[in-house]
Nanobody, 127 residues
């Protein structure tokens, strides 16, 4: 079992930056792939970014490519999402997710790939 707690959300003007963090606990010795998803009001949850356990594989949604950077620090059991050049359409609740894997290079790109979820953190971008 992995527990995930996000932080770092808030209100920012368009063009600004935020860094989200996700602290993982419960199975610090396990290997797990991680990702970020978001859900805007009235919309389905969508994929934002994913990273393998090794950190060597990363994937991004086209809508955030070039503006967001996913990273992780396994020594601290923490996942990050650096968000730059934020736009009003980035407004959403952001969730981190994790899944156990025996393959250090594995990344998951859909919600169904993940077993563990955080409670979410609100990001609001004003125009």
């Amino acid at each position: 079992q992995v527990q995930l707690v996000e932080s770092g959300g808030g209100l920012v003007q368009a063009g600004g930056s935020l860094r989200l963090s996700c602290a993982a606990s419960g199975r610090a010795s396990g290997t797990y792939a991680m990702g970020w998803f978001r859900q805007a009001p009235g919309k389905e949850r969508e994929f934002v970014a994913a990273i393998s356990w090794s950190g060597g594989s990363t994937y991004y949604a086209d809508s955030v490519k070039g503006r967001f950077t996913i990273s992780r620090d396994n020594a601290k059991n923490t996942l990050y999402l650096q968000m730059n050049s934020l736009k009003p359409e980035d407004t959403a609740v952001y969730y981190c997710a994790a899944r156990d894997t025996i393959r250090p290079s594995y990344t998951g790109l859909t919600s169904s790939d993940y077993a563990y979820w955080g409670q979410g953190t609100q990001v609001t971008v004003s125009s």
